[in-house]
């Protein structure tokens, strides 16, 4: 009733605004005038009433302000006012107002771009079902510390028979296979699935059915996508059949368009419950589990502990060590992209860091030249706060318009960083500008302001009126104090861009480091063709190998091409294997230390086609044959691993990719990087394909070209279309593939420098514009000294020596904070120790010759003064 | 006496207003008077404060008040009591009666 009573009393006042404010003044002056008309009946002249009311009441003044200013609607109004004003102040010094609001345009829409990636992918949760339920088993070694989100089947199988907190576990493994239809073959990323799967993500499908494990190898489930872009729609879909790895597979239904786990999935394919491995140390399944609801992580935990126990006693061999782990999910799909996210956070957080400072140089600026407006405001009356409101005000406005512009520059800068993001960014499709991101972005707008304005505001408030009419700026009488606060500004501003620098500097000497690195083998001239021979029985294999094997020979015939070969295990490709492996006449082997190695299957002629070395013996060749000796190629690091110095030519070697048998070593060839050129060359074992025909139909084809390696794709199609029309094909070259290894590295190099020079920008600015506005004020002084024979050579000297002195103490500080803050790189760096001098005395070099160079414009107008007019000048 | 505090103790200004409007309705130069006359000078209002608490309490509807003429042909803004102000006095001197005895026994408390 009371708060009715205030609100409709407010919103009459509102509106009758002016009737009240007569109102209140009507009351007051007959008061006022009741008091005199008082006094002169006890005898006192006009004059002597007037004074007297006065000394006892105060003046009439004071009384309306108190009166008018009662009511929430006068809050209103007042702020209303000071907002009005502030933005009048704006529009009249658009310099000022420009400048502020891109600065802050460019910081907020950095940090909500950045947001925006870190919400949508590290914060929001899993686009699933029961999604904070939701785990993936890891295995973990506790002796070695080592970890993988791998599990084995029977270990997997024992936690599903045997848990009571996971509701329900699925196994799964997969990848990007060749999928036969009914007219063209394509490549898909297919996940064998148990039937388990559907219940842990709760799957409804939209079109048909689940499957049942019963119907193991030949019942799929599709995406939307995938029905709508092969049969046109999902209803069209079902019943429909499709090959994988020459299985024929009923489409028994259609999964909605938003799910796509595992790794942008479009095809499941039903597979028995049991796995079909059995073995306790191969490490062919993800599994995925659902946690009964209410069930705590932890309860979870503690259960998987005392069962990996039990299995450590049952199998003391193979669990040696193991244990199960169970990792939200969320975390397991994004924990390998948090610290490049965070570097990002912490990065455009400098960013904002150099804007708020840029802004807050430009209000105490402004501040400074309202001294006088201030301090003439102060003596009339006003409170602090009555000084401080209009400050803040203009600082909230200024902030408010950054942040609209930022938003709107934010907008296409995710675009582009999702479409720059490397392949390995979990949850790329999701990222998009939310709620959230506008409630980040705001907050950071009000907190900016808050900052901003904070020194300008005490200053405000604390203005000495007396003092601050005595001080005149444009003669260059400016407190001593006040300057040292704006070299602080700019100090603190070359610190934390130095840091930026520093850091960009780091990661770029990284990328060229990767692409300088010697791979191990030629890369260019290359082109690769990934090929998928649907096989299913043995005798597939032998066809899929004969096949491969004249389409080699017809390859390398073609015009363009030197050589041509194929491999399971292409360095930086997807496929490939890996594994321990045991040697007869070798080093004595370490129980603990098992001899660990790559494994590549490839044809003859690889090494050649490839220009990998070949540092002794032979290479495979068509002799070879799966009837014959079996027999092992083996990198220069390997034969130093488990031969040392003897000659391993001659030696056996054994392991255990496919078949027991023990291979005579034939030949040594150079270590490669496999992966990327980020990994340091390691051990490697080469079979030839005749004698390993399961790893022979999924393979690469590598063609080394005398032309351009994309100009040959359509001859190489219609030759292995002639051999095969069934083969699957993707093309590319080894130098896409190597580029295609360090995206992660190049993301991370080219944000990192992408915000750095931002942030010099930025510097540039603040520098410029401290030296502008002091040689503005020292104009007075410049005439003097020059009036009195100093030359422009000084002046100059003078303006620029400060600057650079300015440059100097921030780039200290700058150096003593990014040593601090090295942590956060290490990891990422290749080829670069942490404390790299190269990237700190470049950094250095370049924030020097940006201070000097920000400066050189003002001092050149300070030292072209002409002291007769800068004397004059008021 | 000049020093001697004269400001209306705290949280009874209300009270205060709404006990002399009781007696007839007023004017807020009228009221400052009174308050004085009656209190012998011991309060005195100033009346900025005066004219706020009148703002807050016609706000608040215990209060109405209309322009007319004074005895001396001034026009000035009278302020009556309300019903709803009249339960206000009561509650408000019902509670003020409390107070003021506990601090009077307390006062007058011996060791």
């Given at each position: 009733m009371a708060l009715w009573h205030a609100l409709r009393y407010g919103l009459r006042n509102l509106a009758h605004s002016s009737e009240r404010a007569k109102d209140v003044d009507d009351e007051v002056a007959q008061y006022f005038a009741e008091a005199e008309a008082a006094m002169r009946q006890r005898g006192m002249s006009a004059e002597e009433a007037r004074q007297a009311v006065r000394k006892e009441m105060g003046t009439m003044n004071a009384a309306r302000e108190q009166v008018r200013t009662f009511g929430w609607e006068n809050t209103v109004r007042a702020t209303w006012a000071d907002l009005c004003f502030a933005m009048r102040q704006l529009v009249k010094h658009p310099a000022f107002t420009w400048t502020a609001v891109l600065t802050l345009a460019l910081g907020i829409g950095a940090n909500a771009a950045i947001f925006t990636v870190i919400q949508s992918v590290l914060l929001a949760p899993l686009p699933y079902a029961n999604a904070n339920r939701l785990v993936l088993l890891n295995t973990r070694w506790t002796d070695s510390g080592h970890a993988t989100q791998r599990v084995t089947g029977p270990d997997a199988v024992d936690v599903r028979a045997q848990s009571n907190d996971l509701l329900a576990v699925s196994l799964y493994n997969g990848g990007n296979e060749g999928v036969q239809l009914r007219d063209?073959?394509?490549?898909?990323?297919?996940?064998?699935?148990?039937?388990?799967?559907?219940?842990?993500?709760?799957?409804?499908?939209?079109?048909?059915?689940?499957?049942?494990?019963?119907?193991?190898?030949?019942?799929?489930l599709v995406s939307e996508t995938f029905a709508r872009d092969n049969f046109g729609s999902a209803q069209a879909a079902l019943g429909q059949t499709l090959h994988i790895e020459s299985d024929a597979e009923e489409i028994v239904g259609v999964l909605p368009a938003g799910f796509n786990f595992p790794d942008e999935t479009q095809i499941w394919e039903a597979s028995p419950l049991n796995p079909a491995s059995n073995s306790r140390t191969a490490f062919n399944y993800h599994a995925v589990a659902l946690l009964r609801g209410g069930a705590a992580l932890k309860s979870a935990q503690a259960e998987l502990n005392a069962l990996s126990q039990r299995l450590q006693d049952n199998y003391p061999q193979e669990n040696r060590a193991k244990v199960l782990q169970v990792i939200p999910l969320a975390e397991a799909l994004t924990g390998k992209a948090r610290p490049t996210l965070l570097l990002l956070w912490a990065t455009v957080a400098m960013i904002l860091l150099i804007a708020c400072v840029n802004v807050t140089h430009l209000q105490l600026v402004r501040s400074m030249e309202r001294q006088r407006e201030i301090a003439i405001r102060k003596a009339l009356g006003s409170s602090a706060w009555q000084?401080?409101?209009?400050?803040?005000?203009?600082?909230?406005?200024?902030?408010?318009?950054?942040?609209?512009?930022?938003?709107?520059?934010?907008?296409?800068?995710?675009?582009?960083?999702?479409?720059?993001?490397?392949?390995?960014?979990?949850?790329?499709?999701?990222?998009?500008?939310?709620?959230?991101?506008?409630?980040?972005?705001?907050?950071?707008?009000?907190?900016?302001?808050?900052?901003?304005?904070?020194?300008?505001?005490?200053?405000?408030?604390?203005?000495?009126?007396?003092?601050?009419?005595?001080?005149?700026?444009?003669?260059?009488?400016?407190?001593?104090?006040?300057?040292?606060?704006?070299?602080?500004?700019?100090?603190?501003?070359?610190?934390?861009?130095?840091?930026?620098?520093?850091?960009?500097?780091?990661?770029?000497?990284?990328?060229?480091?990767?692409?300088?690195?010697?791979?191990?083998?030629?890369?260019?001239?290359?082109?690769?063709?990934?090929?998928?021979?649907?096989?299913?029985?043995?005798?597939?294999?032998?066809?899929?190998?004969?096949?491969?094997?004249?389409?080699?020979?017809q390859l390398g015939q073609m015009p363009g091409v030197v050589s041509a070969a194929g491999?399971?295990?292409?360095?930086?490709?997807?496929?490939?294997?890996?594994?321990?492996?045991?040697?007869?006449?070798?080093?004595?082997?370490?129980?603990?230390?098992?001899?660990?190695?790559?494994?590549?299957?490839?044809?003859?002629?690889?090494?050649?086609?490839?220009?990998?070395?070949?540092?002794?013996?032979?290479?495979?060749?068509?002799?070879?044959?799966?009837?014959?000796?079996?027999?092992?190629?083996?990198?220069?690091?390997?034969?130093?691993?488990?031969?040392?110095?003897?000659?391993?030519?001659?030696?056996?070697?054994?392991?255990?990719?496919?078949?027991?048998?023990?291979?005579?070593?034939?030949?040594?060839?150079?270590?490669?990087?496999?992966?990327?050129?980020?990994?340091?060359?390691?051990?490697?074992?080469?079979?030839?394909?005749?004698?390993?025909?399961?790893?022979?139909?999924?393979?690469?084809?590598?063609?080394?070209?005398?032309?351009?390696?994309?100009?040959?794709?359509?001859?190489?199609?219609?030759?292995?279309?002639?051999?095969?029309?069934?083969?699957?094909?993707?093309?590319?070259?080894?130098?896409a593939m190597l580029n295609d290894s360090i995206t992660v590295e190049r993301f991370r190099a080219i944000l990192l420098v992408t915000f750095a020079g931002a942030g010099l920008l930025l510097a540039m600015l603040g520098i410029y514009g401290t030296i502008e506005y002091s040689v503005a004020q020292r104009g007075f002084e410049i005439g003097i000294r020059m009036a009195f024979g100093a030359n422009k050579g000084t002046i100059l000297a003078g303006i620029l020596k400060h600057a650079s002195l300015l440059a100097c103490l921030g780039i200290a500080i700058g150096a003593g904070a990014s040593l601090m803050l090295t942590r956060l790189v290490t990891a990422m760096l290749v080829g670069v120790r942490p404390i790299d001098p190269v990237s700190l005395v470049s950094a250095a070099l370049l924030l020097v010759l940006t201070a000097i160079l920000a400066a050189s414009a003002p001092g050149w107008k300070a030292a072209h003064v002409n002291p007769v007019q800068a004397l004059r000048a008021e | 006496m000049d020093n001697a505090n004269t400001d209306v103790i705290q949280g009874t200004m209300d009270m205060l207003i709404l006990k002399m409007l009781s007696l007839e309705p007023m004017h807020g130069f009228g009221i400052g008077r009174r308050v004085e006359q009656v209190s012998r000078g011991v309060f005195k209002v100033n009346p900025g404060s005066l004219l706020t608490a009148m703002q807050r309490m016609e706000r608040a509807g215990w209060i109405e008040s209309e322009w007319r003429q004074t005895e001396n042909a001034r026009r000035a803004k009278f302020y009556r009591l309300t019903r709803v102000g009249k339960k206000q006095l009561e509650v408000e001197s019902e509670d003020w009666a409390r107070r003021a005895g506990a601090i009077a026994r307390l006062m007058k408390a011996e060791g």
């Amino acid at each position: 009733m009371a708060l009715w009573h205030a609100l409709r009393y407010g919103l009459r006042n509102l509106a009758h605004s002016s009737e009240r404010a007569k109102d209140v003044d009507d009351e007051v002056a007959q008061y006022f005038a009741e008091a005199e008309a008082a006094m002169r009946q006890r005898g006192m002249s006009a004059e002597e009433a007037r004074q007297a009311v006065r000394k006892e009441m105060g003046t009439m003044n004071a009384a309306r302000e108190q009166v008018r200013t009662f009511g929430w609607e006068n809050t209103v109004r007042a702020t209303w006012a000071d907002l009005c004003f502030a933005m009048r102040q704006l529009v009249k010094h658009p310099a000022f107002t420009w400048t502020a609001v891109l600065t802050l345009a460019l910081g907020i829409g950095a940090n909500a771009a950045i947001f925006t990636v870190i919400q949508s992918v590290l914060l929001a949760p899993l686009p699933y079902a029961n999604a904070n339920r939701l785990v993936l088993l890891n295995t973990r070694w506790t002796d070695s510390g080592h970890a993988t989100q791998r599990v084995t089947g029977p270990d997997a199988v024992d936690v599903r028979a045997q848990s009571n907190d996971l509701l329900a576990v699925s196994l799964y493994n997969g990848g990007n296979e060749g999928v036969q239809l009914r007219d063209h073959a394509t490549y898909t990323n297919v996940t064998w699935v148990d039937e388990n799967f559907s219940r842990v993500f709760d799957l409804q499908p939209i079109a048909g059915r689940l499957f049942s494990s019963a119907e193991a190898n030949h019942a799929v489930l599709v995406s939307e996508t995938f029905a709508r872009d092969n049969f046109g729609s999902a209803q069209a879909a079902l019943g429909q059949t499709l090959h994988i790895e020459s299985d024929a597979e009923e489409i028994v239904g259609v999964l909605p368009a938003g799910f796509n786990f595992p790794d942008e999935t479009q095809i499941w394919e039903a597979s028995p419950l049991n796995p079909a491995s059995n073995s306790r140390t191969a490490f062919n399944y993800h599994a995925v589990a659902l946690l009964r609801g209410g069930a705590a992580l932890k309860s979870a935990q503690a259960e998987l502990n005392a069962l990996s126990q039990r299995l450590q006693d049952n199998y003391p061999q193979e669990n040696r060590a193991k244990v199960l782990q169970v990792i939200p999910l969320a975390e397991a799909l994004t924990g390998k992209a948090r610290p490049t996210l965070l570097l990002l956070w912490a990065t455009v957080a400098m960013i904002l860091l150099i804007a708020c400072v840029n802004v807050t140089h430009l209000q105490l600026v402004r501040s400074m030249e309202r001294q006088r407006e201030i301090a003439i405001r102060k003596a009339l009356g006003s409170s602090a706060w009555q000084v401080i409101r209009p400050v803040v005000m203009e600082s909230l406005l200024v902030s408010l318009l950054g942040a609209v512009a930022g938003v709107l520059l934010a907008l296409p800068t995710v675009r582009i960083l999702v479409a720059m993001a490397p392949r390995e960014l979990p949850r790329a499709s999701e990222i998009h500008l939310n709620g959230w991101v506008l409630a980040f972005t705001l907050a950071i707008a009000v907190s900016t302001a808050l900052i901003a304005s904070l020194l300008p505001a005490v200053r405000a408030a604390k203005a000495n009126a007396a003092e601050a009419m005595k001080q005149d700026a444009a003669h260059g009488m400016e407190k001593r104090g006040t300057r040292r606060l704006r070299d602080g500004l700019v100090i603190a501003e070359v610190a934390a861009t130095f840091v930026l620098a520093v850091g960009a500097g780091m990661l770029l000497r990284t990328m060229t480091a990767l692409m300088k690195r010697n791979m191990g083998y030629q890369t260019q001239q290359v082109l690769v063709v990934d090929a998928d021979n649907p096989a299913h029985a043995d005798t597939d294999y032998t066809r899929a190998l004969r096949q491969f094997s004249g389409l080699f020979a017809q390859l390398g015939q073609m015009p363009g091409v030197v050589s041509a070969a194929g491999v399971m295990g292409l360095p930086t490709s997807e496929y490939g294997s890996n594994g321990y492996y045991k040697t007869q006449g070798g080093l004595p082997m370490d129980a603990q230390h098992k001899p660990y190695a790559n494994f590549t299957v490839a044809s003859p002629g690889y090494f050649d086609t490839m220009e990998i070395p070949l540092l002794r013996g032979r290479g495979f060749n068509g002799g070879d044959t799966a009837d014959g000796q079996f027999v092992a190629v083996i990198s220069e690091s390997l034969a130093k691993q488990s031969f040392g110095d003897a000659d391993p030519i001659g030696r056996l070697i054994q392991c255990g990719l496919d078949s027991p048998k023990w291979m005579t070593v034939v030949g040594v060839v150079g270590d490669v990087r496999q992966d990327s050129p980020a990994e340091q060359p390691g051990p490697t074992l080469y079979m030839p394909m005749a004698q390993h025909p399961y790893y022979a139909n999924q393979i690469h084809i590598v063609l080394r070209t005398k032309v351009k390696p994309l100009s040959l794709v359509n001859a190489v199609r219609a030759k292995v279309m002639r051999t095969n029309p069934a083969i699957a094909m993707k093309f590319t070259t080894m130098d896409a593939m190597l580029n295609d290894s360090i995206t992660v590295e190049r993301f991370r190099a080219i944000l990192l420098v992408t915000f750095a020079g931002a942030g010099l920008l930025l510097a540039m600015l603040g520098i410029y514009g401290t030296i502008e506005y002091s040689v503005a004020q020292r104009g007075f002084e410049i005439g003097i000294r020059m009036a009195f024979g100093a030359n422009k050579g000084t002046i100059l000297a003078g303006i620029l020596k400060h600057a650079s002195l300015l440059a100097c103490l921030g780039i200290a500080i700058g150096a003593g904070a990014s040593l601090m803050l090295t942590r956060l790189v290490t990891a990422m760096l290749v080829g670069v120790r942490p404390i790299d001098p190269v990237s700190l005395v470049s950094a250095a070099l370049l924030l020097v010759l940006t201070a000097i160079l920000a400066a050189s414009a003002p001092g050149w107008k300070a030292a072209h003064v002409n002291p007769v007019q800068a004397l004059r000048a008021e | 006496m000049d020093n001697a505090n004269t400001d209306v103790i705290q949280g009874t200004m209300d009270m205060l207003i709404l006990k002399m409007l009781s007696l007839e309705p007023m004017h807020g130069f009228g009221i400052g008077r009174r308050v004085e006359q009656v209190s012998r000078g011991v309060f005195k209002v100033n009346p900025g404060s005066l004219l706020t608490a009148m703002q807050r309490m016609e706000r608040a509807g215990w209060i109405e008040s209309e322009w007319r003429q004074t005895e001396n042909a001034r026009r000035a803004k009278f302020y009556r009591l309300t019903r709803v102000g009249k339960k206000q006095l009561e509650v408000e001197s019902e509670d003020w009666a409390r107070r003021a005895g506990a601090i009077a026994r307390l006062m007058k408390a011996e060791g």
